[in-house]
């Protein structure tokens, strides 16, 4: 499966903004779907996960309550909506997914099997 994530862009310090993942050559039904994003000089870091029919959903602490992941498999794409945007959260976002037989969610990037190019998002103050 090939992932392609945009609607990357700048935006200020307590704005929204939503990206997107699409999928191609595989339908996105059977596969968990994460998002991670990294930050110059730092380490990859998880922020969302869903589940393949979208039942289950995890986040990372810091985006608790502000940041939503979801799908539409008929469409083969996975969002990742994003409120109260703070500086801290610039980074190049990526999607990922893991095919699956169970309804599972994967907070650990060494788990997935498949990478979008990211997209970068920049929150200025």
């Known amino acids: 499966v090939q992932l392609q994530a945009s609607g990357g862009g700048l935006v200020q310090a307590g704005g929204s903004l939503r990206v997107s993942c699409a999928a191609s050559?595989?339908?996105?039904?059977?596969?968990?779907m994460g998002w991670f994003r990294q930050a110059p000089g730092k380490e990859r870091e998880f922020v969302a996960t869903?589940?393949?029919?979208?039942?289950?959903?995890e986040y990372a602490e810091a985006e608790k309550g502000r940041f939503t992941i979801s799908r539409d498999n008929a469409k083969n794409a996975v969002y990742l909506q994003m409120n109260s945007l703070k500086p801290e959260d610039t980074a190049v976002y990526y999607c990922?997914?893991?095919?699956?037989?169970?309804?599972?969610?994967?907070?650990?990037?060494?788990?997935?099997?498949?990478w979008g190019q990211g997209t970068l998002v920049t929150v200025s103050s």
């Open positions: 990922a997914a893991r095919s699956t037989l169970a309804s599972t969610i994967l907070t650990r990037a060494r788990d997935y099997e498949y």
């Open positions: 050559g595989r339908t996105l039904s059977s596969y968990v």
């Open positions: 869903i589940s393949w029919g979208g039942s289950r959903t």
